[in-house]
């Protein structure tokens, strides 16, 4: 067996899912049944295609269906078993299975106002430390799996952007509007030997993402319901 050497690198690809169908507009969160649409398989096909030359050795997914549907094409890519991975699943939020804004849907009703009264923590879900300590672990474990080489990690948008924050010594409560995680997006970490030394961004399929999808896009009136991305 080689010796494991401190200074070898290896490189975690965080990927966000492709779009999902969700034609209700509904904050889906951990619900089951919601899958990739049309344009999110294309999204996965592109990720796929640019993946391919690198050195993946390992790939593994959140157990939504929207993410196994995401990674599927990158572990055929390269010939592996897609792993699951129950510590990169979705935030945990009070108002999944419901619509969600200022003025409609759940906020219209005084009795869920008190999820809100905490952004800090925050008071609507899980806790972003909690959200840490997990996505960490996953990030960690897949590390291990492909040391010197690449392994692939597909979850949803809030893990990774909070684990990203954290890596980069960020305050956690943050716009979500803000968030760079757009739909099959990758963050990028690079260990060395067990310590991330740099972390990278970018966006395979940008080309294919609605504009008022991108990160920084301005909200648009009846459009932008990716919920419990």
Not at 99 to 116: C, E, M, Q, S
Not at 122 to 130: A, F, I, L, R
């Amino acid at each position: 067996m080689s010796e494991q050497r401190d200074d070898d690198l290896t490189v975690v690809h965080l990927m966000r899912h492709g779009e999902v169908d969700n034609p209700t507009g509904v904050l889906y969160g951990r619900l089951p049944g919601y899958h990739l649409s049309d344009l999110g398989r294309r999204m996965a096909d592109r990720v796929a295609e640019h993946l391919a030359p690198r050195d993946v050795t390992y790939v593994v997914a959140s157990p939504l269906e929207r993410a196994q549907e995401t990674a599927t094409p990158i572990a055929k890519a390269h010939g592996l078993d897609l792993g699951t991975d129950e510590r990169l699943i979705e935030a945990g939020n009070v108002f999944q299975g419901k619509t969600f804004g200022i003025g409609d849907g759940a906020l219209r009703r005084p009795a869920n106002w008190k999820h809100v009264v905490n952004p800090f923590r925050p008071s609507w879900g899980e806790p972003y430390v909690d959200q840490v300590v997990r996505m960490m672990g996953a990030l960690n474990a897949a590390k291990d799996r492909a040391r010197g080489h690449e392994a692939v990690v597909v979850s949803h948008q809030l893990p990774i952007w909070i684990v990203r924050s954290y890596v980069e010594r960020r305050r956690l409560w943050h716009d979500p509007r803000r968030r760079q995680c757009t739909l099959a997006s990758l963050t990028t970490f690079t260990y060395k030997g067990d310590r991330i030394v740099s972390v990278g961004y970018s966006e395979p399929a940008r080309d294919l993402v609605p504009a008022h999808l991108l990160a920084g896009a301005r909200p648009v009136k009846g459009k932008g319901k990716a919920f419990g991305a």
